[in-house]
């Protein structure tokens, strides 16, 4: 077995990570989960980067620390704006499909004289 | 037709599986063939640290040697919190009465005092141990997110008070440019002797900016887009 | 075998399975939640190695507010998705 | 040490902008915002010219320090001549713009969100070119891409809210791929200057990696051929100074950045193989692109998949740059600029023509040359850029690249590029014969739509000339300190 260091350990784990969150951005259709995955992304490399600052334990180097910082309140930034595109964009689905069920109901109401009048 | 769609999703799948596994492995076989850089930069951070007024490494590379950086971080999270706000203010908030006996009120009461006193330690504490600006902003931020989920109206972001509250932290920075540029004539170069106090004003009205921005992009999706 | 490098092999196993759970799983909300928990698995990892300062912000920003902001989405966007509706277990419950 | 001034006024070039996107946001009234806007433009433009004259006088790069800290530590900030180029041309671009959109907008709430996203679009613009540090890049590419997101969603329809949502995933899916590139390179060589990991750079696994996940990346943000889907959709449903700020400029950023990689940082990875990879996705690019502008149904579609096309031509040069370098950059750089400017005065005019008439589908925009003459001369003499013809600066660059091939006896660019020059003009002229066709039935069009707004558009057109016919000047500025 080559020589495990912690930092190669966490590096394998890192990679391997990468390899989980691109997959599943590539695969998944709910617009959710794709927000999920581009964080996991981030997540993993990431952890390259601290992994290599870890490399020799009791000499770390403290500039991927603060590369790291920037990136996680940058990917917190992204995801929020993301968030809230997506519920906008559901709000205007919701409210497209709300016309599409009343004129559907008015339709229904014309043609059938009894007033059944389902409601959605 | 929906058996031969399923099928090609499956091989799409596959193809997509087998891509992405091939491109970590030659990731690995790089990171295992390549050591690690010699840590050079480590030695000239701790040999500087004293000149930068702080001696917790990571606040002095994230506010003095690389502050360009973070002078940039603030105008990014001040430019998501300026896209998010109309999300906000579309939507009257209600005038909700203060229900006493909800339990997110009773949880309120008790963990917001201590992270405001968590915040403020991790504040201080930061120039020395780790902690510093946006660990702070990210606590009070979880005290302002707890106080809405309990109905309370902490922060009204109509006002253009609340917008000039956004943009403190980069406001803070800015002004410390233009002090430091008239008496060095250099960019963001923190004299020695006031570099600590500078920082931690920095850090001060950036605490409150970015936990105000984090606290905005929560509402703007739990009370917005209704 | 060191005992820290198991529980670091421990630690980066559990990271795998939470991060290829969050995709296996069926509805959204658990998706998120596990996110939730691999945003705080994550934060130990930076402890092991020695991030504290990581470590702090991971957890409160990385965890903390993300999957804040994530399941308020998920109240306002489960709706109208087909699959796992609030109302359906609504109606299961009545 | 002091820096010299004009050291310091790359920093004001990034704190100005700044500061108008904190006075915009905090301002209430419309018309201080707007005064302001026009003010902090021009301000800018003059800072941009004594940059680039000192620049071309002194013909050694601008380097500012930033805080002191030398590079292995700090930051620097240099500004040589490709990027004093790309400033000026962003200043102007935006002051055109800027003074475009103070009229442009109907409603006073949409235009006071425009403005603070609008100022940090510029700052992350200034800040790609002037920054020469990997992970700064990182923080601009960041900010670039997130203003760029809200500024189109800033529109409203659900067509803009959906295409601004699928151009923030794969803005943030490319900005993650370029951080992988930084943290390959930072793992390996410990530095994060450009310069410096020039020095260090040897072709070993790590760094080609880097540099392909880098590549990757910055072919999703300037939507290269397979990975443009997104652009047509957010272009063409942005608002009319958004799409045209997008199309110039903000695609250009991606551009730089990929050139800097490949031929200024990590030159000892760069094979023939790969490049030659490249230019066939790039002529593949502009037969794409032309064909899908050739069948577009509406106008501003069109302009939007001729962007897909024309940024085509900048990835063909890739080839060549291996055999003549110095010529080949100064193509591509004069080539940038032509579309640049080109570009963004082709979709405020499309942007003047959908206000007047109210929807932009070609098919009945017949005979619109009448009602709108200064538009159609706006699209006409941009067309004649994008196509290459004599006056323009398109045809500079275009005779440029095209000799550097015919030397380089590749002579299988030479074709692409007359290829696409000819379906340039098919979809080009497509349009203009569509607007000087005396429609059927008098259709009244009731076009009441005072066109001084164009004036800027009309400036920009008019630059497209000036570069045309008097090549030296910028070509020399270019080649100043290459």
Known sequence: MILMTQSMLFSLCAVILLAIGLIGFLLTSDFLRKLLALNVIGMAIFMVLIAAANNDPNAVDPLPHAMVLTGIVVAA???????????????????????????????????????????? | MKTSSLVSQRTMAVVIISLVSAIAALLLIAFIQQPVHDNALREVVFANLDKTGVSNPVTAVLLNYRAFDTYLEFAVFLCVAVAVLPYVLDVQLPKQKLSAESQVLAIA???????????????????TQPGGAFQA?????????????????????????????????????????????SQTFCFITLPQNIAGSLILFIEFFATFAVSASLFLCFESIHKGHL | MAIDLWIDVILCLSVLFVASSIFLVKNTFSAIVLFICLGLVVMFCWIRLNAIDVAIAEAAIGSGLTGAMLIAAWRKLAFNESGDQPDEQKEKSE | MHSSFYAISIALLLTLPLIAAILCFVVNSIKVKRYLSVLFAIVLVFICVAQASYVFEND???????????????????????????????????????????????????????????????????????????????????????????????????????ASYQYLLVGLLGSLFYLLGVAIIYRTYGVLDNELIAQLAQNNLSTKLALAFITLGMMMKCALFPLHFWLPEAHSNASAPVSAILSALVIKAAFFILFKFWFEILTPVVTVFAVSLIGCLGAAA????????????????????????????????????????????????????????AKAAMFLSAGTIQKAVGHDNLADLKGIAVHLPLSIFIFAVTSTSLIGLPPSGGFIAKWLMLNNAVQAGQWWWVVTLFIGGLLASAYLFRVLNLAFTTPEQESLLDVNYSEKKLLGAAGLAIITIIIGLNAIWLTSMIASNA
């Open chain 2, 137 to 181: 902003a990210s606590l009070l931020a979880g005290c302002l997110v707890l106080l809405s989920l309990a109905n309370v109206r902490t922060i009204d972001f109509s006002t253009a008070r609340s917008r000039f509250l956004l943009s403190g932290g980069l406001l803070a920075f800015i002004v410390v440019n233009i002090v430091v540029f």
């Open chain 4, 60 to 162: 050694e790069p601008l380097q500012l320090v930033v805080g002191e800290w030398l590079p292995p530590l700090g930051i620097k900030l240099v500004l040589d001549g490709f990027s004093s180029v790309m400033l000026l041309m962003t200043s102007i671009i935006g002051l055109a713009i800027t003074f475009y959109s103070t009229h442009y907008f109907e409603s006073d709430d949409k235009e006071s969100r425009f403005w603070p996203l609008w100022w940090f679009l510029i700052t992350a613009l200034f800040g790609v070119f002037v920054s020469s540090d990997i992970f700064n890049t990182y923080i601009m590419l960041e900010l670039l891409g997130l203003a760029s997101v809200s500024l189109i969603a800033i529109q409203g329809t659900q067509k803009a809210l959906q």
């Open chain 1, 77 to 120: 930034a992204g995801t929020a704006l993301g968030l809230n595109l997506a519920s906008k964009i559901v709000k205007f689905a919701r409210s497209i499909q709300g016309e599409n069920t009343a004129i559907e109901n008015k339709k229904s109401n014309a043609t059938q004289d009894s007033s059944s009048g389902q409601t959605d």
């Open chain 2, 109 to 127: 009461k008790i963990f917001v005092p201590l992270s405001i006193l968590m915040a403020g330690y991790l504040l201080w504490i930061g120039s």
């Open chain 4, 286 to 341: 502009i037969i794409y692109g032309s064909y899908r502008a050739f069948t577009a149904p509406r106008l501003k579609l069109l302009v939007a998949y001729s962007t897909v096309a024309q940024i085509g031509y900048l990835f063909v040069a890739f080839p060549l740059m291996i055999v003549t370098p110095e010529i080949t950059r100064t193509a591509v750089i004069y080539f940038i600029v032509a579309h640049g400017c």
